[in-house]
């Protein structure tokens, strides 16, 4: 089989590495000399028809030369040599590794005050019914206080791991606070001395006896979190928005608003999706008043009165197939809905519901599966277009295909030194090849070795309008010899299928399973105009995923495979 590198550098990585005799080897991750587990990997390069042994056990080399290794390291000093073996010639790495299992959490010894740790964290803006935990680890049997000499209650150490002198408090704001109006100081006293630690962290008030906060949404792509919670890949999102949306906010953490929706939900907005407007600025709430419901060459098109931009949310529901937007601060008093059957394609019924006093959910029953709508405002009226379903053929889809990462973000990076970002411009750039020959029309989030943010490629993708995306991107991470296979991943329940159909296909091919992830907080899987996927292709840091990311007839089968699995959503 002919083998090739995705590009011009892996291309010379591989003659280098192909050239190498067994005195040469060279490890390229984990020669360090303390490990944090028992459980080490190696992974490392040599020459592709060699043997790599460590202790007695030999480990596979991929015709890359790459490899990757396992040993179970003891407490103190591990001495572990790997060994390139090929016919009578030998090379030997020499590695001294010390491992020490990971400090079970002490008592604090003298008389000290060792940790402080405030929830939330961070400057923050409070207002009456707020609520403050702290957690101090210091010197046990001890008087801990805070604020107006509040005191701390040491937990039992049956609470803590059989750790003492772990002390907690909850406080709740009270409005005009004045105990918050000060800086915070943790008193520590054994009735013979004492000390004092003042916190960094700066709080604001909004007191319920003053004008409120007023925000307004900006921007292009505004959006509500449910929670301070973060991960890599941002706080869970309740939905995009859209700017100009007054909202009152009740707090602040860090960077985040806190912001009143209706009487009973709250969420965050990140500080820079809004500006700081006039208090006198009324908080929004309308009466719902008159729908109306058409048709056009696209989409379905259900307009409803309102006299003030509200916050929204909106979701998916299969089975039977629907569209929910819940409306924030609107109350119903609709007299009629006025639909035009002979012009709807997509929507089936529409109804709605009074779900709390001031929240008004619209239910958009669908007529055939979801391919996607886009929630807007035209002056104070909420939009909801409701995109037909497209001719079921690949010569009549307009597909977008986004090739992770790019220019200075260069993903993952495999054991032979190939980046993520090149094998998805390549596969992208197959896939690309393969539609257009089936008739497909296709845009590309980029089309070379360039910088694109997510938010750029979202705004591009609303532009262009595809009918489906295709996001493809290598996964990374975990053990070498657990950490790989083939993954696809939706955010909508309602793109579900399309992500299942293309992981049943790419199972086809020699991989791990790694699973179909749903509600992934992946930026571009956010977007509810269009059906969309992630395809996290292989572990491009397994050297054997690795391998078959960089031959070529491999690439030809998993993008012949990603097209088999469009064609399956199509027929189903």
Known sequence: MIKKFVTGLCLLLSLLINNLSAQNLKIVAGKVDTALNARHYFKGLTDKDAKILVGNKEFPVYWTGAFAAEVRLNEGDNDIEIIAQKGSQQTTEKLKIFYKKNDVAKTTEGFMIENIELIPSGDMILTAGDVLKIRVKATPDCKVTWLDDIKLHELPVSETNGVAGIYQSTYIVKNNDKNLKKPLQITLDNGKKSI???????????????????????????????????????????????????????????????????????????????????????????????????????????????????????????????IIVDIFGATANTSWITQYPETLKAIKNLTYEQIEDDIFRVVIELSHSHWGHKTEYSGNNLVISVKHQPKLKFNSLHIAIDAGHGGSNSGARGTTGC??????????????????????????????????????????????????????????????????????????????????????????????????????????????????????????????????????????????????????????
């Open 196 to 322: 004092k630690t003042t916190l960094k962290n700066k709080i604001g008030f909004i007191d319920k006896n003053t004008e409120p906060l007023m925000l307004r949404t900006k921007g292009e792509l505004p959006y509500l979190n449910y929670g301070l919670g973060t991960d890599r890949l941002g706080g869970s999102k309740i939905s995009h928005i859209v700017e100009g949306i007054v909202l009152q906010a009740t707090g602040k953490v860090g960077e985040l608003y806190k912001v009143q929706l209706s009487k009973n939900y709250q969420a965050w907005i990140p500080e820079s999706c809004v500006e700081i407007i006039n208090p006198g600025v009324f908080k929004p709430q309308s009466l719902v008043s008159s729908w109306n419901a058409h048709g056009n060459d696209k989409y379905d098109v259900l307009t409803i009165s309102l006299t003030d931009k509200l916050p929204f949310r909106t979701f998916h529901e299969v089975n039977p197939s629907r």
């Open 419 to 572: 980046m993520e970002k090149d094998i998805t411009l390549k596969l992208a750039k197959m896939l690309q090849a393969k539609l257009e020959k089936k008739g497909a029309t296709i845009s590309l989030t980029r089309n070379d070795d360039i910088d694109v943010s997510m938010s750029e490629r979202l705004l591009m993708l609303r532009k262009t309008n595809p009918d489906l995306l295709v996001s493809i991107h290598c996964n990374a991470g975990g053990s070498p010899f657990t950490g790989k296979g083939t993954s696809t991943y939706y955010r909508h329940i309602g793109f579900r299928p399309l992500s299942v159909a293309i992981l049943k296909r790419l199972l086809e091919l020699d991989v791990n399973n790694f699973g179909n992830v749903g509600s992934f907080n992946f930026a571009l899987n956010s977007a509810t105009e269009y059906p969309n996927v992630l395809v996290e292709t292989l572990f491009i840091s397994s050297p054997e995923d690795e391998a078959k990311l960089l031959d070529e007839d491999f690439q030809n089968d998993m993008i012949d495979k990603i097209i088999d699995g469009l064609q399956d959503f199509l027929n189903d």
